[in-house]
T-cell receptor, first 113, second 113 residues
Framework: DAGVIQSPRHEVTEMGQEVTLRCKPI?????LFWYRQTMMRGLELLIY????????DSGMPEDRFSAKMPNASFSTLKIQPSEPRDSAVYFC???????????FGDGTRLSIL | GENVEQHPSTLSVQEGDSAVIKCTYS??????FPWYKQELGKRPQLIID?????GEKKDQRIAVTLNKTAKHFSLHITETQPEDSAVYFC????????????FGSGTRLLVRP
């Protein structure tokens, strides 16, 4: 199995630009999670989906952040407009129904200048 | 709300010594407790987990113990090696309902050769 696949691995952009992060979960997994990791705040859950439906988005920091899961094999996290404080590593993870063990992708290192 | 506290935040041990990391959780309905290891610049990787119907689980040099009454669980690494140096995260979840992982703040383990 290829594992959770995220793209891009690195993104550097100027503030105000739109940023789109992508994730392909492990085939057959029913749950998909988006996390943000910073030194100050650690690993934060932003939003998660079950069978493509958002279940809990209480961790999404503000309206500039949005996430979608149009099908079982693809999800996006979008930031518009981006700000320097959004700089972080964003991880996507997936899990199988009945098992809470989450498998993480390699992350996207985002730098907003 | 749900919370997981993790101690210590940093831990330095001599190669060959043991290391212990402790976590306390607040949600008494939590029934799944994974531990993740994150090397510098890499993704968190699941190294061991325990469910609430078990008090202890071992896998070679690592073991996890769970005290449901006190709501705390611990990671034990014996005969530490330099490659054990990483950040370790504990987490708690309700495996039969939300599947959301509540992460601790992490412990940076340094194993000195």
């Amino acid at each position: 199995d290829a594992g959770v696949i995220q793209s891009p691995r690195h993104e550097v952009t100027e503030m105000g630009q739109e940023v789109t992060l992508r994730c392909k979960p492990i085939s057959g997994h029913d749950y998909l999670f988006w996390y943000r990791q910073t030194m100050m705040r650690g690993l934060e859950l932003l939003i998660y989906f079950n069978n493509n439906v958002p279940i809990d988005d209480s961790g999404m920091p503000e309206d500039r952040f949005s996430a979608k899961m149009p099908n079982a094999s693809f999800s996006t996290l979008k930031i518009q407009p981006s700000e320097p404080r959004d700089s972080a590593v964003y991880f996507c993870a997936s899990s199988l129904v009945g098992q809470a063990a989450q498998h993480f992708g390699d992350g996207t290192r985002l730098s907003i200048l | 709300g749900e919370n997981v506290e993790q101690h210590p935040s940093t831990l330095s041990v001599q190669e060959g010594d043991s290391a212990v990391i402790k976590c306390t959780y607040s949600d008494s309905a939590s029934n799944y407790f994974p531990w993740y290891k994150q090397e510098l610049g890499k993704r968190p990787q699941l190294i061991i987990d325990i469910r609430s119907n078990v008090g202890e689980k071992k896998d070679q040099r690592i073991a996890v113990t769970l005290n449901k009454t006190a709501k705390h669980f611990s990671l034990h690494i014996t005969e530490t090696q330099p490659e054990d140096s990483a950040v370790y995260f504990c987490a708690a979840s309700r495996e039969d309902s939300s599947y959301k992982l509540i992460f601790g703040s992490g412990t940076r383990l340094l194993v000195r050769p």
